[in-house]
């Protein structure tokens, strides 16, 4: 499983003034994808990797990856 790199999302969520449900909206994802991500700190799959770095203007969607 993908661990997200909080503070980074955090910082770029903030950045674009965007809350949860607006990412949400964006990245063509519901809600509870969003909640569960928030939640449990890691991504589902790829694809919601990718789509969150698409919606979010990320080049590099690694950057939202937590390197252990």
């Known amino acids: 499983m993908l661990k997200l790199n ?5 910082n770029i969520m903030a950045k674009k003034q965007m809350n949860a449900n607006e990412l949400a909206q964006k990245a063509d994802l519901s809600n509870a994808t969003i ?5 449990e700190n890691s991504f589902a799959s790829y694809k919601t990797l990718g789509k969150i770095a698409k919606a979010l203007n990320i080049e590099e969607p690694a950057e939202l990856i937590k390197n252990d």
């Open 6 to 10: 909080r503070k980074f999302f955090d």
């Open 35 to 39: 909640s569960k991500l928030l939640k």
